[in-house]
């Protein structure tokens, strides 16, 4: 039994996720804390998008699409109930099927309900996530800035003309720069299993198990997120987990820091706290990335922590990874 964590301090970025607008306002999503204060933050449904996204652009992935409705016809199977037969989509064959063809099925699972067919058993054919995310949530909080939006320019050359409006569209956006903190951690054991009615069964051979995640691991060292006409980097500048036998988001509390004089200050005591609770026997299995230069403390991490570069990090993840499935 296995699971990866990882908890990831990002690059510094801008207003990454948008809820409804009000009026002619766009609002950032953002929660209050007990003591007034506002963070930003990106769902997790957000940071999926676009792992999904750089998934399929950049490593082929297969999203679910409307294929399926040909994967359902050919999943159906004839079954005798009583005295008359009926037509069935075999839900274990169905669900295989998914995981071997749709990365996104295997690694973030998904719930068909109301299919036009009657299932094999149950209701709905389903996969919960192997592939967990918390929200990411900004250092910073919000004070409440915004920003005045209009394109002169383009109203003067053409909008006017063509859209015929007498005077341009004006908006408001609220706006926030911070770094941002989210832990990502994945049941090792699930991925490329199908759970069926009566049992488990392994559906990708341990190579293609291996791949998957690797290039996982590859997308979330360049993560980027496309928003409102910008490019915004969530690479890591600071990363910590490792692959253990508890499956659990250890250090999702642990990595706390506040930014002072531009920089990051990064609670150690915390970090201490949270390398407590992982097993004994496997603390020499965490792994600490840094990049330089983003934190005031960062000589004192550099002496307690004894950190590799972000980027050998996730090169030494990727080889633990391949060393997990040979030897599962």
Not at 8 to 27: C, D, K, Q
Not at 104 to 132: A, M
Not at 141 to 168: C, T, W
Request: include cysteine.
């Amino acid at each position: 039994m296995g699971g990866l964590t990882l908890t990831v301090i990002t690059s510094r970025a801008s207003s990454l996720n948008y809820g409804e607008n009000i009026g002619n306002v766009s609002i950032l999503k953002k929660v209050t804390l007990g003591d007034g204060a506002q963070k930003t933050y990106i769902s997790d449904k957000a940071l999926k998008y676009d792992i999904r996204r750089k998934g399929k652009e950049e490593k082929g992935w297969k999203l679910l699409d409307e294929k399926l409705k040909e994967l359902i016809e050919g999943k159906k199977r004839e079954r005798k109930q009583k005295n008359k037969t009926e037509t069935v989509l075999d839900v274990d064959e169905f669900g295989k099927e998914l995981i071997k063809e749709y990365e996104e099925f295997d690694l973030f699972g998904g719930l068909f309900t109301n299919l036009p067919v009657k299932l094999s058993y149950g209701n709905s054919v389903k996969r919960t996530s192997p592939v967990k995310l918390t929200y990411a949530f900004s250092v910073s909080p919000f004070r409440g800035d915004m920003n005045f939006l209009n394109n002169i320019d383009a109203y003067n050359r053409y909008i006017k003309h063509v859209e015929e409006k007498s005077e341009q569209a004006i908006a408001y956006t609220e706006e926030h720069t911070s770094h941002y903190v989210y832990t990502i951690t994945v049941d090792l054991d699930r991925i490329g299993i199908w759970k069926g009615e009566e049992k488990a069964e392994k559906v990708l051979e341990e190579e293609e198990r291996t791949k998957r995640i690797q290039e996982l691991l590859d997308i979330i060292l360049t993560l980027d997120r496309q928003i409102k006409g910008r490019w915004e980097n969530l690479s890591p500048i600071f990363v910590i987990g490792g692959i253990f036998s508890v499956k659990h988001p250890f250090f999702m509390n642990g990595v706390d820091c506040e930014e002072r004089e531009g920089k990051l200050l990064l609670n150690l005591g915390r970090l201490r706290d949270a390398l407590n609770i992982v097993p004994e026997g496997e603390r020499d299995n965490v792994l600490v990335g840094l990049n330089t230069g983003y934190f005031l403390n960062e000589e004192e991490i550099r002496k307690e922590l004894k950190p590799l570069s972000v980027g050998d990090v996730f090169t030494r993840l990727k080889e633990e990874v391949k060393k997990y499935y040979e030897g599962s």
